[in-house]
């Protein structure tokens, strides 16, 4: 119940694809789902962040899109760059308590 | 204004040694996390402090590890007698924590290696 299940493992795509990565969780009191950009030897950066009062947020090039019958949520990254080749986590959380993650994709994005 | 900050950044032990993790949270945040990244996994939750609460530690997964938050804003993470299955990152994270404002915020971590 406390799981949550991110994939793919790896996302390889060129330069302006639209890479998309998939998580989905059990349990229904999660009310805070954010997503997390890790580059290697550095902590994780809060990237864009979900409540399952609205379907879909976007911030810049990053839109979540977020399923609250299917208990899924998604993050695609518009007009992709090597810059952004990192890995990406998917989280989730109730109030202010403990996130659990995913278990992490790496994207590489060539040029 | 200054994020979380980590130390050390790397620290190598043999086995069997205690150490100690630091870690100071961004200022004014009431909530500090404790995590853990194995290598090329995904984060594992050890702690949480909420104030003056009693902390969470549901997480920690043996009696060697454990954490204090001193005046409601450093923490320490001690591991006691280390065994080389705890390498990993251990990354702490801070949060305002109040109604609408739950994101937590990362520190680089710090690299524990374990001979």
């Known amino acids: 119940q406390q799981q949550v299940k991110q994939s793919p493992q790896s996302l390889i795509v060129q330069k302006g694809g639209i890479p998309i990565i998939n998580c989905a969780y059990e349990?229904?009191?999660?009310?805070?789902f954010p997503w997390y950009q890790q580059f290697p030897g550095k902590g994780p950066a809060l990237l864009i962040a979900i409540r399952p009062d609205v379907s879909e947020k976007k911030e810049g090039r990053f839109t979540i899109s977020f399923n609250k019958s299917a208990k899924q949520f998604s993050l695609h990254i518009m007009d992709s760059q090597p810059g952004d080749s990192a890995t990406y986590f998917c989280?989730?959380?109730?109030?202010?308590?403990?996130?659990?993650f995913g278990t992490g994709t790496r994207l590489q994005v060539f040029p | 204004g200054a994020g979380v900050s980590q130390s050390p950044s790397n620290k190598v032990t043999e086995k069997g040694k205690d150490v100690e993790l630091r870690c100071d949270p961004i200022?004014?945040?009431?909530?500090l996390y404790w995590y853990r990244q194995s290598l090329g996994q995904g984060l594992e939750f050890l702690i949480y402090?909420?104030?003056?609460?009693?902390?969470?530690k549901s997480g920690l997964p043996s009696d060697r590890f454990s954490a204090e938050r001193t005046g409601g804003s450093v923490s320490t993470l001690t591991i006691q007698r280390t065994q080389q299955e705890d390498s990993a990152v251990y990354l702490c994270?801070?949060?305002?924590?109040?109604?609408?404002?739950?994101?937590?915020?990362f520190g680089p971590g710090t690299r524990l290696t374990v001979t």
């Open positions: 349990n229904t009191a999660f009310d805070y």
């Open positions: 402090f909420q104030g003056n609460s009693a902390p969470d």
């Open positions: 994270a801070s949060s305002l924590s109040h109604a609408r404002s739950y994101e937590q915020y």
């Open positions: 200022s004014g945040h009431t909530a």
């Open positions: 989280a989730a959380g109730r109030n202010t308590d403990k996130l659990i």
